[in-house]
């Protein structure tokens, strides 16, 4: 069982950056690909981007270029830098993640394939 918080939500103006935090604990953490999706007000649960074991990311081509993923192993830690922020990031901001023991350099995409959840962090992009 893996336990995540996710945290660093709040109103920021169009342009601006947030860097968004999840906590993992209850697992080995190394072994977990780690996911970051969002949902808007009545819309469906996207994919934001996925962080492997490796390092390596995959990135929705809305936020490609302007988000930026990271891990630390030994903190138990991923991390959603978001730069140039705009209206249409508004949504709450979810973490998953997924026992990858078997895959080191790939991370889903599809919601699907995760199997822990964080609470959600509410960011709202607004002048």
């Known amino acids: 069982q893996v336990q995540l918080v996710e945290s660093g939500g709040r109103l920021v103006q169009p342009g601006g950056s947030l860097r968004l935090s999840c906590a993992a604990s209850?697992?080995?953490?190394?072994?977990?690909?780690m996911g970051w999706f969002r949902q808007a007000p009545g819309k469906e649960r996207e994919f934001v981007g996925s962080i492997a074991r490796s390092g390596g990311t995959i990135y929705a081509g809305s936020v490609k270029g302007r988000f930026t993923i990271g891990r630390d192993n030994m903190k138990g830690m991923v991390y959603l830098q978001m730069n140039s922020l705009k209206p249409e990031d508004t949504a709450v901001y979810y973490c998953a993640a997924v026992d990858y023991s078997d895959e080191y350099y790939t991370s889903p995409v599809s919601s699907r394939e995760y199997d822990y959840w964080g609470q959600g962090t509410q960011v709202t992009v607004s002048s």
């Open positions: 209850g697992r080995t953490f190394s072994n977990y690909a």
